[in-house]
């Protein structure tokens, strides 16, 4: 043995090896894009630019044949081969020279219905939509099983930080115990700049927009949708059962004020949009709404359009992973890489062996029976004897008290803000519903859940 390897790769006609260190094929794997929008352009600047490297490490050429758009006519501030947009579907998906299709249309259909007519023809797939993948998963991998071919979606969560690759492949040996994420960049973008700068929600919105981080409705950013599907397609993944969008509690921060992100920082928190998976005893845990994290705690310190994930495996421990959460290049990243993949696996003759990873069928635990410690912001009767009444309220529904806060009082209102200790949903919940009733409560400003505490180093 001299140490050379002259191992070709299966299948493949070698065109050149370079010292007998590069394998170059010549053989071209045909990819249709589907969408030339902020990722679509991306893939296709990095599939150009990094065309060599990428050939290399993929062992295969890999070449865009056709681009889905809606209007060809449309200026795309990039140099397009002349003849690659069409307005048809069909000149990729009838094009029997087409092995991958990746989807980078956005919504639910058509972008399901076309992704579903590529595995169909016994192509490969490749889509960086979190919509399609969280609600339609199951119909998606039941073709590609059936006709042996890729379903990739690395893009679909956190942009550019590699995590469902890590989660089904490197950390495969470990039953994964927690996935709390910061997994939605327009909003982590929005908190970050409204906590520094104190900008006003609306302004910090469109900014989010004009980068191109935001979906094409906001809304599912603000409101917590768009976590939602993320953390159901990470959820599926570490507790191998399928969570879809419907089993995922949601609230997103278009309640989060000025007022509870100044509060946070007195009390030595951050607030953050968290998408958050636990497996417990009971049932796997699923939510995503906003919530005051120890500022010592690693998710902590994830600022602006980044994303991060923090995982808590039995054997791997807590790890986190890191990095820019939307736009045109990080997203581009993961899907080149997905398409890399495919390609290899569809030159060696391999694809379609990694499929559904969702073996088990593990109930989903409802809000209720979840148990967190609440921050809670009320604007009541600046009286005697009033925090006493309140003190009753939560008493008498198990809902015990770590610290009150009396701040400002303007004429016979007063604000106070109320952190309690670990205690379950259902028990908060029926204290609220007793403290609405109650004359000396005007305003239940605010409740904010508290995480985090165990998991902080
Ligand atoms: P986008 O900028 O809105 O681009 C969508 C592209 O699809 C456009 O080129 C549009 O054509 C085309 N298109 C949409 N509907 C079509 C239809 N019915 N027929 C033909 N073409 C159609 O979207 P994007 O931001 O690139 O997002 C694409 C996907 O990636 C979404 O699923 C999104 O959730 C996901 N994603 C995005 C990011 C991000 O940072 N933007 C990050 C991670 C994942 P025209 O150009 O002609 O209008
Ligand atoms: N709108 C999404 C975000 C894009 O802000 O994270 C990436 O999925």
Do not use: W
């Amino acid at each position: 043995m001299d140490g050379k390897r002259d191992v070709k790769p299966l299948g493949l006609e070698s065109l050149a090896y370079g010292k007998g260190e590069k394998v170059m094929s010549s053989k071209v794997i045909n990819v249709g894009l589907l969408g030339l929008g902020t990722v679509g352009r991306g893939v296709y600047r990095i599939l150009k630019e990094n065309g060599d490297v990428i050939g290399q490490r993929a062992g295969v050429v890999i070449r865009v044949k056709k681009v889905l758009v809606r209007d060809i006519a449309k200026n795309r501030g990039i140099e397009i081969e002349e003849g690659l947009l069409t307005g048809d579907v069909n000149d990729i998906l009838n094009d029997p020279d087409i092995d991958i299709v990746v989807e980078l249309l956005g919504g639910i259909n058509p972008a399901f219905e076309y992704a579903l007519a590529a595995l169909t023809r016994a192509k490969s797939v490749v889509t960086a939509n979190k919509d399609v993948i969280a609600v339609h998963g199951r119909e998606l991998f039941a073709a590609a099983d059936k006709h042996g071919r890729d379903l990739f979606f690395e893009g679909s969560v956190a942009g550019g930080i590699p995590i469902i690759g890590p989660l089904k492949d490197s950390l495969a040996a470990n039953r994964i115990r927690q996935v709390i994420g910061i997994v939605n960049g327009t909003t982590n973008y929005m908190l970050t700049r409204m906590s520094k700068e104190g900008l006003p929600f609306d302004e910090v919105l469109k900014e989010a927009q004009a980068l191109g981080y935001a979906e094409a409705d906001p809304a599912a950013d603000v409101e917590g949708f768009d976590s939602a599907r993320k953390i159901a397609i990470l959820a599926s993944i570490a507790f191998n059962t399928r969570v879809t969008l419907g089993d995922v509690y949601v609230e997103g921060i278009t309640r989060i004020t000025a007022e509870d992100i100044a509060y946070a920082g007195e009390l030595g928190f951050t607030v953050k949009l968290l998408g958050i998976a636990k497996e417990t005893a009971d049932g796997v845990e699923v939510r995503v709404h906003p919530a005051m994290l120890p500022k010592n705690h690693p998710l902590a310190a994830v600022n602006d359009v980044y994303n991060a994930i923090f995982v808590l495996g039995d054997a791997a421990g807590e790890l986190m992973f890191y990095g820019r959460g939307a736009g045109e290049l990080p997203t581009a990243s993961a899907v080149v890489a997905d398409i890399m993949n495919a390609a290899r696996n569809l030159s060696l003759n391999v694809p379609g062996i990694i499929g559904c990873t969702c073996f088990e069928e593990k109930p989903v635990k409802p809000m209720g029976a979840t148990s967190t410690r609440y921050y809670i912001r009320l604007r009541v009767s600046d009286r005697p004897g009033v925090l006493a009444g309140i003190a009753y309220v939560f008493g008498d529904n198990e809902v015990s008290l770590a610290s009150v806060i009396q701040k400002h009082s303007a004429g016979k209102a007063a604000e106070i803000v109320l952190v309690t200790h670990e205690v379950p949903e259902k028990n908060l919940q029926n204290s609220l519903k007793k403290l609405q009733d109650l004359p000396i409560v005007y305003q239940i400003s605010n409740v904010i859940r508290v995480e985090g505490e165990n998991e902080s180093s």
